[in-house]
């Protein structure tokens, strides 16, 4: 099973912002979609946003204008840059990957075949 590795996680204030990474090991993603996702316990997975194998984006409406995914094809990378974090966007982060032509992306977990482990933000004062 292809995996990723999330990074740059941590803890911010309120209002503060980070930039995760998501890496593929063992695999080039430029024919696969990234999505983002977060998970808080006892919560179902949640979709944050995701970018297409064109660059095209879609974010959920909690997290439009203020997070923005971006991937370097060259590099084998994709960010996540957060801002204006609220204390509500503390979760478990994490990367997927499924394979797609270049049509919009879907930010729906189910569709998502590799996962990372992720990567815990805590947006608190």
């Known amino acids: 099973q292809l995996q990723l590795v999330e990074s740059g996680g941590g803890l911010v204030q309120p209002g503060g912002s980070l930039r995760l990474s998501c890496t593929p090991s063992?695999?080039?993603?430029?024919?696969?979609?990234i999505g983002w996702f977060r998970q808080v316990p006892g919560k179902e997975r949640e979709g944050v946003g995701c970018?297409?194998?064109?660059?095209?984006?879609r974010y959920a409406d909690s997290v439009k204008g203020r997070f923005t995914i971006s991937r370097e094809n060259a590099k084998n990378i994709a960010y996540l840059q957060m801002n204006s974090l609220k204390p509500e966007d503390t979760a478990r982060y994490y990367c997927?990957?499924?394979?797609?032509?270049?049509?919009?992306?879907?930010?729906?977990?189910?569709?998502?075949?590799?996962w990372g482990q992720g990567t815990l933000v805590t947006v608190s004062s």
């Open positions: 970018i297409s194998v064109s660059g095209g984006t």
């Open positions: 063992g695999f080039t993603a430029d024919y696969y979609a």
């Open positions: 997927g990957a499924v394979r797609a032509g270049n049509g919009p992306c879907t930010y729906a977990w189910k569709i998502y075949r590799s």
